[in-house]
């Protein structure tokens, strides 16, 4: 069997099941787990069934071969666990490792932090009362990690003298999100102040019309009712872009257009309450007819 798996290279699944089982039931762990690191090794995909492979060197307690396999199936947390279990920190380091850096993200964070946490509270409770340096070795090992996710994991004895580089370090990242946050909100302020001053520099802006210019959608003289100037130089009566417009309202905004009078003719501005007037130019004059983005959904 092993001649025909290492030398003819058969990938018959019940040739592996059969050679692991053989394997499995030898007293010593080391054939089955040299047989399972050299059919995964890379990322070659063993030809044994897996989960049978699982449940015999569980049934044979070959712990650190079914670490191996449950890292196989991609099992890192089960993996993580049983690492710890039999006390194979290394092994166990080397699945949290193996995670993308977001992936298998929960209620508790992505699955590689979590691995980390239970490394690191492993550590944590089974080294000797004076030493945190492996402590502080899992923090370096892990970015996701920091200072206070492992802390509640100390006893109280420990002082802070013994973090104070990982604290100060953490504090030093904290005070450089505070300087970027305090950027961001510079920059959006400025933003802001400059959007104020361009909408009231539009609203200073003005056009002369002629005594012959003409409404776009009716072509009758502009002056003779109420009108719509925009930026882009099209004029429009109010009464006119409110029946044009109104074919494209949702039901809600077409019914608060009724209310307010316009459907067939629009009243003089000087019948109209400011905040009435705001919720018309809302309505129907936020963007030209012609150039904004209801012209464009049109076209599409």
Not at 60 to 83: D, G
Not at 234 to 239: E, G, I, P, S
Request: hydrophobic share 35%; net charge negative.
């Amino acid at each position: 069997l092993f001649r025909s798996v290492e030398n003819l290279a058969t990938q018959d699944e019940a040739i592996h099941n059969y050679l692991l089982s053989l394997y499995a039931h030898i007293e010593d762990e080391g054939p089955v787990l040299n047989f399972i690191k050299r059919a995964s090794e890379g990322e070659r995909k063993p030809a044994f069934d897996l989960k049978y492979a699982l449940r015999l060197c569980a049934e044979n307690n070959h712990s650190t071969a079914c670490v191996h396999l449950y890292s196989a199936m991609e099992l890192y947390e089960e993996a993580v666990q049983l690492a710890l279990k039999i006390g194979d920190v290394g092994l166990a380091r080397i699945n949290a490792s193996k995670p993308e850096e977001n992936v298998g993200q929960d209620e508790e964070g992505p699955l590689k932090k979590k691995l980390w946490l239970m490394i690191a509270r492993h550590v944590i409770e089974t080294s000797e009362k004076e030493d945190v340096s492996a402590a502080r070795q899992v923090l370096t090992e892990c970015s996701q990690l920091k200072i206070e996710d492992v802390l509640p994991f100390f006893p109280n004895f420990v002082t802070i003298d013994d973090f104070k580089d990982v604290i100060c370090s953490s504090l030093q990242g904290y005070n450089e999100d505070i300087e970027t946050l305090k950027t961001e909100m510079q920059a959006a302020t400025e933003s802001g102040e400059q959007i104020r001053k361009d909408i009231q520099e539009t609203r200073k802006k003005s056009r002369n019309i002629g005594a012959q210019q003409k409404c776009e959608l009716c072509s009758f003289p502009l002056v003779t009712r109420e009108f719509y100037v925009f930026p882009c130089n099209h004029v429009f009566h109010v009464d006119c872009l409110a029946a044009e417009v109104s074919h494209h309202l949702t039901e809600k905004k077409r019914k608060k257009l009724e209310e307010l009078g316009f459907g067939v003719r629009a009243e003089a501005p000087s019948s109209y309450h400011p905040s009435l007037k705001a919720d018309l130019d809302e309505l129907i004059a936020s963007e030209c007819l012609y150039c904004g983005e209801m012209m464009i959904l049109l076209v599409q």
